[in-house]
């Protein structure tokens, strides 16, 4: 399941991809998706306003991302209140975070969709088509 999380694939058939271009490229259609999964036809926005809550997700997320840098900072480089490495650390956390962010945005969406679509029982519309 983690691996077709992070590759962004439906969560019905784990084959389809969720948004429509590949790459995060261009950041203006970052977040389009097809309105259905082109291979099982699991629809990708479940109701209106569906993805709504997501902001809170990349929220949390850049939140631990934030800790996450922290713990591989202080073990690599290490965090003393005698120089100026917390200052650092908080330079590159945010530049990771803020490069990240496309990221993010979207593997919220894919979290979200995750939590309500589960493998092989989603609404595969096929006896509407
Ligand atoms: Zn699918």
Redesign the pocket.
Known sequence: MLPSMLKM????????HMFTNKSIFPLGKLLDMPER??????KMELEVGFYYGTGYVSYALSVGLFFFNLIWYWGLIGLSYKDNSIFYYLITSVTIVLLLQPWLMRISRVLYLYMFVKYGK?N?MKSEE
Do not use: A, F, L, Y
């Open positions: 694939k439906c969560p019905n058939c784990r084959k389809g999964c082109p291979v099982c036809g699991q989603g595969t």
